[in-house]
């Protein structure tokens, strides 16, 4: 009997070193590229823009930043009819849409820039309000405008965790397809 101790210190356990460190918050800051393509109308439609209006007007969002663009880009200049199609818009089953942009730079600038909730949020909630469904889903070109501006927005703010929200009902149908 050795009175309770062992031959690693006398508990019976083995010794374990630790370290304490304190975990901290970075700000975050999003930017959602939301699709408004035809098939976005109605339902789908809805659903997003009442999802990301629950979000930027919800308190426990406060502090975030937030920007928003749309895809297709819009073109206010073109109207489209039925078949044959104008210049500027392309056959769509028995329609004609405006033709989709495969150009980045036609994504930008932002609907929205990125500001900090809440105080952006009426500005989010408007552009939505202003923007309904029409064309078609060139996710390349708004993933790659979503991705210029979100690398210039990081390197401006270091500190910042930065995202990209795709909000899309579908698969990409204009300009590069495989994504």
């Known amino acids: 009997a050795n009175g309770g101790s062992s031959a690693n210190g006398g508990s019976g356990q083995d010794a374990c070193a630790s370290d304490t460190y304190g975990g901290k918050q970075l700000p975050l800051d999003m930017y959602i590229m939301m699709d408004r393509s035809g098939s976005m109308e109605g339902a ?8 990301v209006t629950t979000f930027v007007q919800s308190p426990e969002s406060d502090g975030i930043g937030v920007g928003l663009q749309f895809f297709p880009a819009a073109d206010p200049g073109v109207t489209c009819f039925l078949p044959p199609c104008p210049a500027g818009c392309v056959q769509f089953g028995s329609l004609c849409i405006p033709q989709d942009s495969c150009d980045p730079n036609d994504y930008l600038p932002p609907a929205v820039n990125i500001a900090p909730l809440p105080g952006v949020a009426n500005a989010i909630v408007s552009a939505m309000a202003n923007t309904g469904p029409g064309g078609g889903t060139p996710t390349m070109p708004a993933l790659q405008s979503a991705a210029q501006v979100m690398t210039a927005y ?14 899309s009902d579908g698969e990409p149908s204009d300009c590069e397809t495989d994504i």
């Open 154 to 167: 990081a390197a401006a703010n270091p500190t910042h965790k930065v995202i990209i929200v795709l909000a």
């Open 44 to 51: 789908n439609w809805n659903a997003v823009t009442s999802a």
